[in-house]
């Protein structure tokens, strides 16, 4: 592996679609879908538009720990606002980037009208850069 | 003592960019053959085995850490994250002072010690799934958690040039921030 690798874009990965849910999702259900799909971050929607994620990170900290009730909390109390996003054809370099410097684990990928259309994760990087060295 | 000049040390700089842009400074096999403890691990958050549930995910929390150890007899008798937070416990009715991290931990977890490499690491987070793994000292006690984020760093230490030194947002040709501005 070497920084060329790093220049190619994030559509290079196959980055998987994102499941989303709107603002005002009781958490229970967020739960059960993240428990249905068995993945770990969700991409929260108004009017089509990415306006924040849910994580196991704000299940964890923030629901369980806080000891919220899950019928009566809402996805958009919960969730991490304005996450940092990229799109398809920004550099693998970026990704890892947000990655490293802001410590996500997932970075979500958006089209120009703003929509999430891709979710990449520290997993999908990780696996691509080692396949290629 | 060696002094050099300063045009002779500028070429030095010249010709390792040059090797940079042409790929030829890479991480290779032989980076990866390196032990796991040659990384900056972090220390475990250990509990001890019996602990309730409410303490745990309330020590996950305080932390900022999705992974606990737990402890039995000084030596590692599983690995509780956030992931079983996530799927064993959130969303259920579940009163977390009357159930034990025994519960819900992973027993007998895969684990490395210090000397293993990375590349078995690495091999080992991508079978199993993990994005944890433990640590232990030849006895079996826990020492330290090495994550899957550690490994990205470790990488990118290689690559200073195109990972951290990037400009703020991509430069995309053709295309405008959505959001306006």
Redesign the interface.
Known sequence: MDSTTLRSPIKALNPRKPITVSRETPVQEAILKLQEKHIGCLCVTDDGNLVGMLTERDIYSKVVAGNLDTRETTVGEVMTYDPEYLFHDDHIAFALNRMHVGGFRHIPLINLKGQPTGLVSIRDILGYLVKDM | MVYVDSDQFNDELQIMKEL??D???????SS?KKSIESLHLKKAVCIDSGTSMQQC??T??AR?F?CLLVVDNGKLSGIFT??D???K???SDLN?NDVVIDDFMSKDPAHLTGSDTIESA?RM??KGGY?HIAVVDEAGAPLAVLS??D???Y??EF?P????N?PPH?I?VG??N??GG
């Open positions: 940079m842009d790929g030829q400074i890479a991480l290779s096999d990866l995910v309330e996950m929390a900022q999705g956030e992931r937070v996530l799927m416990i959130a969303g977390l690495l987070m991508g994005r899957i984020r490994i990205v760093s990488i990118v690559f040039q195109d990972v951290l990037l991509p995309r295309t405008k959505p959001y």
